[in-house]
T-cell receptor
């Protein structure tokens, strides 16, 4: 069962621009996490935001969470070619299982 | 840093073979997970384990089993491989069921 849905499915920007990805989910959550996956590799954890938090920063990453709208956004500022990857949101609900969305594929052109 | 190691990056197996995918983590995490990743379907949870000798079914356990005899090792077993089990398999571990998870590099399995 898919809990999170990312939007857009694909995003192409120029180096230096900001990239924004959105995630919507269906049920109440414990926390929401964002992961990055470089082509053909495993996922790397980026940031975790708890249900009682509204915003969190980590370097060039900014994550917001709106539990009333059941949505989150990931902003990457001043993007670099190395940011080219797929980005997934994942939610933990009462089951304790991490459920992933389909992901957003980001291409950053040099 | 936590390291999760999957024994093979690429595997090719024949239909009907019994296949073992091994995963080892080095940070004493109690929680370990197996996902498969397919285009258009995203990541789907196969099995997970909260402790040694414990296992729980995920969303798509059919055709799979797991073994967790030691805390650091979580094995996924395809009892009789079929072509629809061709996929990328990802192992993960976590100190807590609520994450964050550390993933291995993945095993791309092809069943012919």
């Amino acid at each position: 069962s898919q809990q999170g849905e990312e939007d857009p499915q694909a995003l192409s920007i120029q180096e230096g621009e900001n990239a924004t990805m959105n995630c919507s989910y269906k049920t109440s959550i414990n926390n929401l996490q964002w992961y990055r996956q470089n082509s053909g590799r495993g996922l790397v954890h980026l940031i975790l935001i708890r249900s009682n938090e509204r915003e969190k920063h980590s370097g060039r990453l900014r994550v917001t969470l709106d539990t009333s709208k059941k949505s989150s956004s990931l902003l990457i500022t001043a993007s670099r070619a190395a940011d080219t990857a797929s980005y997934f949101c994942a939610t933990i609900a009462g089951t304790g299982k991490l459920i992933f969305g389909q992901g957003t594929t980001l291409q950053v052109k040099p | 840093d936590v390291k999760v190691t999957q024994s093979s990056r690429y595997l090719v197996k024949r239909t009907g073979e019994k296949v073992f995918l091994e995963c080892v983590q080095d940070m004493d995490h109690e929680n370990m997970f197996w996902y498969r990743q397919d285009p258009g379907l995203g990541l789907r949870l196969i099995y997970f384990s909260y402790d040694v000798k414990m296992k729980e079914k995920g969303d798509i356990p059919e055709g799979y089993s797991v073994s967790r005899e030691k805390k650091e090792r979580f094995s996924l077993i395809l009892e009789s491989a079929s072509t629809n089990q061709t996929s990328m398999y990802l192992c993960a571990s976590s100190p807590s069921p609520t994450g964050p998870y550390t993933f291995g590099s993945g095993t791309r399995l092809t069943v012919v």
